[in-house]
């Protein structure tokens, strides 16, 4: 039985530049499972023309033997992985830095995210944002990590106009 008695609350708006302190670590609830299919569109979609992405018989020659995810696919799946905890209300990201990619990505690989806020400071041009700068990794189910690296991005306030709550709701009552 969990000894936290903290409620969730009843509604969820994220996480804003306040609610965050040095130190905090977060962990993504879920993990996500990287198909062949996930790995072959994104490399498509983005004229990615290394084979090693996407042709089984030309990797199977590489020191991998199969196809590998496509980097930035992985730096986009963590970077998403961490965005109910860190960055639902950001603003815009800053910058991505000290990327590093430990040990390789292939498909039917489940990855988790943990992050770690290194640093928080006021916006000195936007009074709406704080500037936070957090270190992510990717994890696999294996317990190895696949990916590291730093992201800065803009926060928004909890009372900035731009993070007003945007259900539009409705006059119409329920008829169910």
């Not at 969820?12 to 609830?29: H, T």
């Not at 690989?109 to 990717?138: F, H, K, Q, Y």
Request: with cysteine.
């Amino acid at each position: 039985m969990s000894t936290d008695t903290q409620a969730a609350p009843k509604q969820w708006r994220g996480r804003f530049f306040e609610d965050l302190e040095i130190g905090d670590v977060y962990r993504s609830r879920l993990g996500r499972t990287i198909t062949e299919t996930d790995n072959i569109w994104f490399t498509c979609l983005t004229l990615n023309t290394n084979q090693i992405h996407f042709n089984t018989p030309y990797a199977q020659r590489t020191q991998f033997g199969k196809p590998l995810v496509n980097s930035a696919f992985t730096l986009a799946l963590v970077t998403g992985l961490t965005v109910p905890d860190t960055s639902e209300n950001a603003a815009a990201n800053l910058e991505w830095t000290d990327i590093k990619l430990p040990k390789p990505v292939f498909a039917g690989d489940t990855i988790w995210a943990e992050s770690e806020i290194l640093a928080l400071r006021e916006s000195r041009s936007n009074p709406s944002v704080g500037i936070v700068t957090m270190r992510c990794r990717g994890i696999n189910q294996r317990r190895e990590v696949v990916i590291e690296f730093k992201r800065t991005f803009l926060l928004y306030k909890r009372h900035a106009p731009e993070s007003a709550p945007s259900f539009p709701g409705t006059d119409t009552d329920w008829s169910v």
